[in-house]
């Protein structure tokens, strides 16, 4: 232990003036961090800060790591009874004192300076630190233990960069949507980043095989870089269901397919159709039925196969919902979006096929309400954190978690139009926040007008998830071109 601080004390000797320049901009962003729920200038503030020690961050590490460079053989420290186990741990407080312990203070005190007490977010404390570690730490520290010098470090951290933006580009798409469990693509994430990027720090300094270790940085970054574009909703998803609070209330649910309604009202929902798509989007007409008294439903994805008589069938996958905006259902009729091969629909659209839909759904329980008056600055509301309203702007700072559904609308003032405007709702069944940055507060319900407008009020609703479900709809006889766009499609 006495060649760890003795290892430890060096090198806070060494960067005294780079850590004091750190810890002062860490010290600016906590009284940005503060103001923000009350001040959007502060917000605007943190925000640079936040730019700035992303950077800073990636410096100390790299200054930290290079004072012992590992590859090569010249090195003076190697002349010197140094056990390399000393020394990994010595750099591990550095980080340790340095970037989480600071980040931690100011995050506390950002909440006790809101009025939050600090023990009641341990949590989601924790989880931040472990996020920042495993995807702002643990990467730069990868880097450096490959390197020798800031030019090279910057010269690969640039390459990382490369790569992470060509494969994003190159995927030639934005990820699929996962909806509320988005948060378990990011825990994977960070689970990966931690195992992989951290094994190949701890095999350079055990081993110091430079091409092992540049090896293993070069897999974690493709392999994080392409966890977003997997399709593995649905194991997120079936987690998800082992998760539920209460899946019971979801069990005398139903879903049927109702024929008699017009095809037509459906159609009108449709989204544009995409050429390079190879699944052409359905809306069918269906009820659900033995929702819970004031409870409601949220449709998360579809998985469609559809049989030409004779024929074999054709699996569309699950996909998420087509509809732009997605909503709240009760007991009684919707329309479900849904997807089949493109192909399929072509040849046999208006002839009975045989259609089977597997239907995943959120239940979520009673909901409360809250009313904000326009303006208001900093009114906190469970369950979502401290809200600011305007004529020409809403937003809310969520100190880490909000609940599960968390929708609003704003009301305006007669003799305006009596239609209130809703917003994008907020989907998230996270039991800890996700985000690696060093901002404390997560924004939500974030809406902008053009121009002010006469509000009244904004109302702001939230609900908790009960239960994760799916549910069988059996057609054995249908044409699809009425619930189709190619019905109304000129150029299908």
């Excluded at 996909?319 to 997605?326: K, S, T, Y």
């Excluded at 259902?329 to 045989?354: E, I, N, Q, T, Y």
């Excluded at 007669?414 to 901002?439: K, Q, W």
């Excluded at 702001?460 to 699809?480: G, K, M, S």
């Amino acid at each position: 232990m006495r060649e760890v601080l003795l290892l430890f004390r060096t090198d806070v000797h060494h960067f005294r003036l780079q850590l004091a320049a750190f810890l002062a901009l860490m010290g600016l962003l906590g009284w940005a961090e503060a103001a923000t729920p009350r001040d959007l200038q502060g917000a605007m503030a943190g925000m640079l800060c936040q730019w700035l020690l992303v950077p800073a961050a990636w410096y100390l590490v790299a200054l930290a790591i290079h004072e012992h460079p590992l590859p090569g053989d010249r090195q003076y420290w190697l002349t010197r009874p140094y056990p390399r186990s000393s020394l990994v741990l010595a750099k591990a407080l550095f980080v340790a004192a340095f970037l989480n312990l600071p980040l931690l203070a100011m995050q506390t005190a950002a909440l006790a300076a809101n009025g939050l007490a600090p023990l009641a977010y341990w949590r989601a404390l924790a989880a931040r630190q472990v996020f920042f570690t495993a995807l702002m730490v643990l990467p730069a520290a990868a880097v450096a233990v490959v390197t020798t010098s800031l030019r090279q470090f910057a010269m690969v951290a640039l390459a990382v960069l490369g790569v992470v933006l060509a494969m994003e580009l190159g995927s030639g798409h934005m990820p699929a949507p996962w909806g509320g469990v988005d948060w378990m693509r990011f825990s994977a994430i960070g689970a990966l980043a931690a195992a992989i990027f951290g094994g190949a720090v701890l095999l350079q300094y055990v081993r110091r095989k430079t091409w092992y270790a540049a090896s293993m940085l070069a897999a974690g970054v493709v392999v994080c870089a392409a966890v977003p574009d997997l399709d593995l909703w649905p194991g997120a998803f079936a987690i998800e269901k082992r998760l539920g609070a209460r899946p019971a209330d979801a069990s005398a649910i139903r879903l049927h397919f109702e024929a008699a309604r017009d095809p037509a009202e459906g159609r009108s929902l449709l989204p544009h159709r995409q050429p390079q798509d190879n699944l052409a989007p359905l809306s069918m007409p269906v009820q659900l039925t033995g929702i819970p008294d004031g409870m409601a439903v949220l449709g998360e994805h579809t998985a469609t196969s559809v049989q030409a008589p004779g024929g074999d069938w054709r699996n569309s996958g699950w996909q998420p919902p087509l509809a732009e905006v997605r909503t709240l259902h009760l007991d009684g009729p919707f329309w479900l979006s849904m997807a089949v091969d493109r192909g399929f629909l072509g040849s046999f659209k208006d002839r009975p096929v045989h259609l089977r839909v597997r239907a995943a759904f959120t239940l979520f329980g009673p909901s409360s309400s809250a009313i904000l008056p326009v303006p208001v600055m900093a009114r906190w509301v469970n369950e979502v954190g401290f809200c600011q309203t305007s004529p020409a702007r809403f937003t809310c700072f969520s100190p880490y978690a909000h609940a599960a559904w968390v929708e609003a609308e704003a009301r305006p003032t007669p003799p305006a139009s009596p239609e209130p405007v809703p917003m994008r709702p907020e989907i998230s069944y996270a039991p800890y926040p996700t985000s690696f940055g060093f901002g404390l507060w997560e924004t939500d319900l974030d809406a902008m007008w053009m121009r002010p407008m006469p509000w009244k009020e904004i109302a702001v609703q939230t609900r908790p998830a009960r239960a994760h479900f799916e549910l069988d709809l059996d057609i054995p006889e249908i044409r699809l071109a009425p619930y189709s766009a190619a019905a109304s499609d000129p150029n299908p």
